[in-house]
């Protein structure tokens, strides 16, 4: 029998070594466990009603309502005897690694503080790391899936990624959601130039670029295929666009990898041959100019047969979403 209490307080203080501002978290993901710890055997429905119960007084909204959600918490609950042993895993690890990513992100951004809280939940299968909304109140949380990290980082892969989060939470401050598919593009290149120029070797794997398939040969191998989508895309407000380019499952055009976007965003964030910390402060108009003046000179280089982005175009923020 795990030590539950010690874990929640491992949760409280484990972040204390820092100096100035210590980064804390509330960890969600215990009492998930104890949950389905204590409902084994029970009925399906008295199950999910109990995490649902337990949970949404901790952090209202955390999880959805609607029966889908509630299928994704019955599968959880099934699934939780196999996957405890790494699940508790994440959890011991979390605040260990977390304070040393912190450590390490204050050595490039000095001032950092997260704006925005974290939690350490079960994310049901959902996200291993991201910012999203919650209601009531479209509150906005940073939260991390201990059941995805168990499934995706339980290697050298942790540090990198919490590297990308972090940065997601930094780039807050001077550039906040806008509705422009080249907006997402911005942020998660910069997230991922962020976890490369702090991990120096980092591999294709630490940075995220081999989820579901290694993304740099086919994106490569494809190249103004890529270019030419983000330019004929760049202004676009459709999220099915977003998905084609930047979320697992989101059908690529044209033979490009599932996930192309972050490998472009890449490349596009170190062409402009600015450091990381000097991207990180852009706001939308520099931003958009950089970005697309950067996009412009690749496909050049590319030979691209496509027409480049408008030079000016309206940035809209009428939508928040998830990063």
């Known amino acids: 029998m795990r030590n539950l209490i010690l874990r929640i307080s491992i949760a409280i ?20 466990e104890q949950v389905a710890l204590a409902t084994a055997g029970q009925p399906e429905a008295m199950r999910i009603a109990a995490v649902r119960r337990t949970l949404s007084a901790l952090l209202p909204g955390v999880y959805a309502d609607g029966a889908a959600t509630d299928r994704r918490i019955a599968r959880a609950l099934a699934d939780f005897p196999a996957r405890q042993d790494g699940y508790d895993r994440a959890i011991s690890t979390f605040p260990g690694a977390l304070s040393d990513a912190v450590t390490k992100f204050r050595t490039v951004f000095p001032s950092f503080t997260p704006p925005l ?9 959902v996200r291993d790391g991201g910012s999203d909304y919650l209601e009531p109140g479209h509150r906005l949380v940073m939260l991390f899936g201990a059941d995805m990290i168990a499934r995706l980082h339980a290697d050298d892969s942790l540090e990198p990624f919490l590297d990308h989060e972090l940065f997601h939470l930094e780039h807050q401050r001077a550039f ?3 509705d422009q598919f080249w907006c997402v593009l911005w942020q998660e290149g910069l997230a ?9 070797g980092a591999t294709d794997h630490q940075l995220l670029l081999d989820m579901p398939a290694p993304i740099r040969a ?7 295929t890529a270019l030419c ?3 004929a895309h760049f202004d676009d407000t459709d999220d099915a666009v977003v998905a084609q380019a930047l979320q697992g499952g989101g059908h690529p055009p044209s033979d490009l990898p599932e996930r192309f976007g972050y490998y472009v965003g890449l490349r596009i964030a170190t062409a402009t041959g600015r450091r990381i910390d000097q991207l990180d402060r852009l706001d939308h108009p520099a931003a958009r100019k950089l970005l697309r003046a950067t996009l412009v000179r690749l496909m050049a280089d590319a030979k691209a047969n496509c027409p480049p982005p408008a030079l ?5 923020q009428r939508a928040a979403h998830p990063v």
């Open 13 to 32: 203080l484990g972040l204390s070594c820092l100096g100035a501002a210590p980064v804390g978290f509330t960890d969600l993901a215990t009492p998930f």
């Open 117 to 125: 809280p974290i939690y350490l939940y079960h994310s049901l299968g």
């Open 176 to 178: 906040r959601d806008c």
């Open 192 to 200: 991922v130039d962020a976890a490369a120029s702090m991990n120096p």
């Open 218 to 224: 086919a994106t490569d191998q494809r190249w103004t």
């Open 229 to 231: 989508f983000v330019a």
């Open 312 to 316: 000016k175009a309206a940035t809209t």
